[in-house]
């Protein structure tokens, strides 16, 4: 029997072992054995899933849930299935060959609005917090090196910010050399952190037309960025076709493992506490699997409040699990560097960055309109939405696509069962979907969810809320 089978069979077992022992309570006139929460969701309408994921340190809740029982603790039987890229993975999630996926926070969002492929995709959990840097190769960090000031260490003074790529992107266009450099996928994180950076900095990172048939994205660029699959990061950088990129760990790691690079900067330097992957569903298998919907969502709650448990006590373990070839496949050592709360930028220079991968802590995996709409300003900035939108519109987009209905109801199901306290959550009562606003960003502006107009007006560079190109 395999080991999934066995798995599954004995769930099962688990599974009529306590059906046996409410029937014999119910016999005897006792209290049923189950909790109000369990009868609350019902039974699966679904048990067998096939979820995807990208190799990536981020995708750990699936392999938590998965490799600790707490998907078969809600009676269903999950196959994990690394996925090519993040297209193949969306195209997938919406034919139906996957149930769901680690997805791109800007994945389900663009899908919904119909940027790229059409589809009503939502999100009831985020993944993580923060996990992503920007590495440049080893000759562009040469370049760099004069316009980055040192430490009282001697070592240079972090966050770098793109002020000093900027000479170097500046010498380049005066030898009339494009200065290429990669991110994930359009509607990335990563894609929107890069330009984010390089924006800051006085570097345009190029304007979308999709409605000129654009979708490029290189529109009076400065630094051209186009799209690599995140394992083939560094060796596309090491070939010359790319000089830096912005990707997930383990990536940036390898890199400074290699000798090939230089992470200059974490997402966590860029924006502290951005929210990066997100749990993603179809709508319509969403509205068909309520229940089995809820239990994968409590499911991956304890999962990542496991891998935040005990100051970040069991990462070591959960590198161990990553480690392996069916999840992400890369040398233990390169995934701790990060994942266990340090990073290292030039070979030697390991520091201390304990939430450089947060899964559970600061409300983390609650699913904030805030972040959406904070996505969607991104898209708006970039010309990937093309026409100006109202504040309501960015409300409502938020709302299509972002669930903290459903996360709130897997929450209070984990709360009455005892697994996780109350206070380890929002206040539901009070929650307004809505984080205060973010003022940890590398440029000092102030984001305000609710006024995404405003935010929008902000930027030297970028589309402002009435502009068109």
């Known amino acids: 029997m395999t080991q999934k089978k066995l798995h599954k069979h004995l769930g099962r077992r688990s599974l009529l072992s306590k059906a046996i022992k409410t029937a014999g309570a119910i016999a005897m006139g006792s209290l049923l054995t189950l909790s109000s929460a369990q009868a609350a969701i019902g039974e699966p309408e679904k048990e067998d899933l096939k979820f995807g994921f990208i190799k990536l340190t981020d995708m750990a809740p699936l392999a938590i849930a998965y490799e600790k029982g707490f998907f078969e603790d809600e009676g269903l039987y999950v196959q994990l299935e690394a996925q090519a890229n993040w297209k193949v993975l969306l195209d997938r999630v919406i034919d139906g ?31 993580d917090l923060n996990g992503n840097a920007i590495t440049v190769s080893n000759d562009i960090w040469e370049q760099m090196r004069p316009y980055v000031p040192n430490g009282e260490d001697g070592k240079p003074l972090h966050p770098i910010k793109a002020d000093a790529l900027k000479p170097v992107v500046e010498s380049f266009k005066d030898q009339g050399k494009p200065f290429n450099m990669g991110m994930v996928f359009p509607v990335s ?5 890069l330009r984010y950076w390089l924006a800051a900095g006085g570097i345009h990172p190029g304007f979308y037309a999709p409605h000129k048939g654009d979708t490029a994205g290189q529109i009076d660029a400065d630094a051209l960025l186009s799209v690599t699959p995140p394992p083939q990061m560094p060796a596309t950088m090491e070939a010359g076709t790319i000089y830096g990129y912005c990707v997930g760990e383990p990536w940036n790691q390898q890199a400074v493992f290699k000798g090939i690079g230089v992470p200059v900067v974490t997402d966590y330097e860029i924006w502290k506490d951005n ?21 994968v969502v409590k499911a991956m709650i304890r999962a990542a409040k496991w891998l935040d448990d005990n100051n970040n006590g069991n990462r070591p373990e959960a590198v161990e699990i990553l480690s392996r070839s069916e999840y992400v496949g890369a040398d233990y050592d390169v995934i701790a560097n990060s994942m266990t709360g340090t990073f290292e930028y030039e070979k030697g220079d390991k520091r201390d960055v304990p ?8 409300n983390a995996t609650y699913p904030y309109y805030s972040d959406a709409i904070w996505y969607l300003t991104q898209m708006r900035r970039w010309g ?4 100006p939108k109202s504040d309501d519109w960015f409300m409502e987009t938020a709302k299509k696509v972002y669930r903290p209905d459903i996360y709130a109801k897997a929450a209070q199901e984990l709360i009455e069962e005892g697994k996780i306290a109350a206070s380890e959550f929002p ?36 589309l402002k809320p009435e502009q068109q190109l």
């Open 189 to 193: 994180t990563h894609n929107y952190e």
């Open 97 to 127: 060959q996957l149930d769901g996926a680690h997805m791109l926070a800007g994945q389900p969002l663009g899908a919904t609005i119909g940027f790229g492929t059409q589809a009503h995709i939502i999100t009831a959990f985020s993944m």
């Open 427 to 462: 206040n539901f009562t009070t929650e307004t979907g809505f984080r205060a606003p973010q003022t940890h960003f590398i440029d000092g502006i102030t984001y305000d969810g609710t006024k995404p107009n405003e935010y929008l007006t902000k930027f030297n560079i970028g």
């Open 275 to 295: 929210p990066e992957k997100v749990f993603g569903v179809s709508k319509a298998w969403a509205d068909e699997n309520p229940n089995t919907h809820l239990k």
């Open 355 to 362: 939430d450089f991968n947060v899964f559970f802590r600061y």
């Open 384 to 387: 990937q939405i093309a026409e």
